[in-house]
């Protein structure tokens, strides 16, 4: 049986809904703590779209671009993570001997 993915939190508006449904498929765990990034990043997306201020636009890109980076949704983020994983595994697997 699939388990059903995690329902966007009711407080983001339908922008931001829509961007939750489109990345929660691409998350590597669906933890607390990445479903409220998650809704970070989503509230900041559609702030960043509707703001009319460029000021306002560019201060909701950079919470949008720091919390994807988080998020691995960035190709820079997700190539860090991986050339970074093998060796915090091999760390873990010496600690645990």
Do not use: F
Not at 5 to 12: A, G, N, W
Not at 26 to 38: A, I, K, N, S, Y
Request: glycine content about 4%.
């Amino acid at each position: 049986m699939r388990s059903r993915s995690p329902q966007p939190p009711k407080h983001l508006d339908d922008v931001a809904r829509r961007k939750w449904r489109e990345l929660i498929g691409t998350l590597p765990d669906h933890e607390q703590g990445t479903l409220d990034l998650l809704a970070v990043y989503c509230a900041a997306w559609s702030a960043m779209l509707s703001a009319e201020e460029d000021q306002d636009k560019i201060r909701w890109m950079r919470v949008v671009r720091q919390t994807a980076g988080e998020l691995k949704l960035t190709p820079k983020s997700r190539k860090a993570s991986a050339r970074h994983s093998p060796a915090l595994l091999q760390l873990v697997q010496r600690r645990a001997e």
